[in-house]
Nanobody, 126 residues
Framework: QVQLVESGGGLVQAGGSLRLSCAAS????????MGWFRQAPGKERECVAV????????YYADSVKGRFTISRDDAKNVVYLQMNSLKPEDTAVYYC???????????????????WGQGTQVTVSS
């Protein structure tokens, strides 16, 4: 079993930055691909960024490319999402998720993820 706990959300003005963290329990964290998803009010949850188990492969949604960076620190069992140049449309609850099945893939499909955190709210004001 893996537990994921997100932190770092908050209220920020447009153009600002936030760094989200996701702390994972369990000794096999380094074997998992990790993803960040978000869900805005009235919208479906969407994949924002994914990093493979080794960190060598990443995926970004077109809407965040060049602004968001996903990274991981396996020594600390933490995955990060650095968010720069934030826009009001980035407002959402952000979730981290672990793909414990296929560590090589960088799937953007939420059905491929086995464990989820509780989410952290990010609000970007205009």
């Amino acid at each position: 079993q893996v537990q994921l706990v997100e932190s770092g959300g908050g209220l920020v003005q447009a153009g600002g930055s936030l760094r989200l963290s996701c702390a994972a329990s369990g000794r096999t964290f380094s074997n998992y691909a990790m993803g960040w998803f978000r869900q805005a009010p009235g919208k479906e949850r969407e994949c924002v960024a994914v990093i493979s188990w080794s960190g060598s492969r990443t995926y970004y949604a077109d809407s965040v490319k060049g602004r968001f960076t996903i990274s991981r620190d396996d020594a600390k069992n933490v995955v990060y999402l650095q968010m720069n140049s934030l826009k009001p449309e980035d407002t959402a609850v952000y979730y981290c998720a672990a793909d414990a099945t296929q560590r090589w893939r960088t799937s953007s499909s939420e059905s491929d993820y086995d464990y989820w955190g509780q989410g952290t709210q990010v609000t970007v004001s205009s």
